[in-house]
């Protein structure tokens, strides 16, 4: 990504363990990839139907709680070129698309075809990594963060909790027109206060003003599973504004047991980042302890 490459990485597909909840996998975890989850777009073209996909991993991420996925595209029974007598061709060969399936064709049409049929992340993150490709054919001087910036901010709005569904659903047509410039737009993090509420990073802080976390989430985030999203109280936006934003400008995002009372995710405890000062780029404490990692 500091090479100026932009890197789309799949959620995972453990989201049926456990809660699922903090399953998202490497490198899916890393704050400055995009990293992709995926829906079961229920075979239709309006999103209204989809649901996410039971295998699609949550965040956040474990042990730093980096928000992730960023954003969600289809990625049940996606159906792609096939690897002929390759693992999975061989051990699920059901999954091989016969002639007839696609192609008008009587005399063969119970032949294996050219195409096979997979779900998984690893099936959505190519629908983000292609929209990624037509923004940049569009314009070649966008840097990664801008493209991840804009892929997360034209997603199409949903009410999920954001540890499952990120931004929205990949909305490739409103990517590729989208506008606004971002030099850094590494993943917020999320922390599990002593209050009981988890809060995330004001995504205008980290990545400028254009980026509010109403234009990257949506108003309605988490409505579906029962969350309000309620100011920052000052008690923890205290010397951390800066990365907390103003009790005007963070909200908290769910107040889900499964989430916030889930010690797979915090270890048992609170996360400490309510005792982190300074600015989010400079802290070894949140980001790791490479600094090339903190650019
Ligand atoms: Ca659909």
């Given at each position: 990504m500091r090479k100026g490459i932009v890197v789309v990485a799949a959620a995972g597909n453990d989201g049926a363990v456990g809660t699922g909840f903090g399953t998202v996998t490497s490198p899916g975890n890393s704050p400055d990839a995009v990293t992709v989850g995926a829906m079961d777009d229920r075979n239709t073209v309006p999103l209204a139907d989809d649901v996410l996909a039971g295998y699609s991993s949550k965040g956040p991420s474990l042990i730093d709680f980096v928000v992730k996925p960023d954003l969600v595209a289809p990625g049940t029974w996606i159906v792609s070129a096939r690897a002929v007598s390759s693992?999975?061709?061989?051990?699920?060969?059901?999954?091989?698309?016969?002639?007839?399936?696609?192609?008008?064709?009587?005399?063969?049409a119970t032949q294996d075809g050219a195409y096979y049929s997979l779900s998984g992340t690893s099936m959505a993150a190519p629908m983000v990594a292609g929209a990624a490709a037509?923004?940049?054919?569009?314009?070649?001087?966008?840097?990664?963060?801008?493209?991840?910036?804009?892929?997360?901010?034209?997603?199409?709005?949903?009410?999920?909790?954001?540890?499952?569904?990120?931004?929205?659903?990949?909305?490739?047509?409103?990517?590729?027109?989208?506008?606004?410039?971002?030099?850094?737009?590494?993943?917020?993090?999320a922390m599990a206060a002593g209050d009981g509420f988890v809060y995330i990073q004001d995504t205008a802080i980290l990545w400028g003003s254009t980026w509010t976390q109403g234009a990257i989430w949506g108003g309605g985030k988490g409505s579906a599973a029962?969350?309000?999203?309620?100011?920052?109280?000052?008690?923890?936006?205290?010397?951390?504004?800066?990365?907390?934003g103003g009790t005007g400008g963070a909200k908290s995002t769910l107040d889900n047991p499964a989430v916030a009372g889930s010690g797979a995710i915090w270890g048992g405890g609170r996360s400490s980042l309510d005792s982190t000062s300074g600015t989010v780029t400079d802290d070894g404490a949140i980001w790791g302890g490479d600094p090339d990692n903190r650019k």
């Amino acid at each position: 990504m500091r090479k100026g490459i932009v890197v789309v990485a799949a959620a995972g597909n453990d989201g049926a363990v456990g809660t699922g909840f903090g399953t998202v996998t490497s490198p899916g975890n890393s704050p400055d990839a995009v990293t992709v989850g995926a829906m079961d777009d229920r075979n239709t073209v309006p999103l209204a139907d989809d649901v996410l996909a039971g295998y699609s991993s949550k965040g956040p991420s474990l042990i730093d709680f980096v928000v992730k996925p960023d954003l969600v595209a289809p990625g049940t029974w996606i159906v792609s070129a096939r690897a002929v007598s390759s693992w999975l061709d061989t051990q699920h060969h059901e999954l091989t698309l016969q002639i007839g399936d696609y192609k008008n064709d009587p005399a063969h049409a119970t032949q294996d075809g050219a195409y096979y049929s997979l779900s998984g992340t690893s099936m959505a993150a190519p629908m983000v990594a292609g929209a990624a490709a037509l923004m940049i054919q569009k314009d070649p001087t966008l840097n990664p963060a801008t493209i991840k910036a804009r892929l997360m901010k034209s997603a199409v709005k949903d009410t999920r909790l954001v540890f499952e569904t990120g931004a929205g659903t990949l909305d490739a047509y409103a990517a590729v027109n989208a506008t606004g410039y971002a030099q850094n737009a590494k993943s917020p993090l999320a922390m599990a206060a002593g209050d009981g509420f988890v809060y995330i990073q004001d995504t205008a802080i980290l990545w400028g003003s254009t980026w509010t976390q109403g234009a990257i989430w949506g108003g309605g985030k988490g409505s579906a599973a029962g969350v309000s999203l309620t100011p920052v109280p000052q008690s923890i936006t205290y010397g951390s504004g800066a990365i907390w934003g103003g009790t005007g400008g963070a909200k908290s995002t769910l107040d889900n047991p499964a989430v916030a009372g889930s010690g797979a995710i915090w270890g048992g405890g609170r996360s400490s980042l309510d005792s982190t000062s300074g600015t989010v780029t400079d802290d070894g404490a949140i980001w790791g302890g490479d600094p090339d990692n903190r650019k």
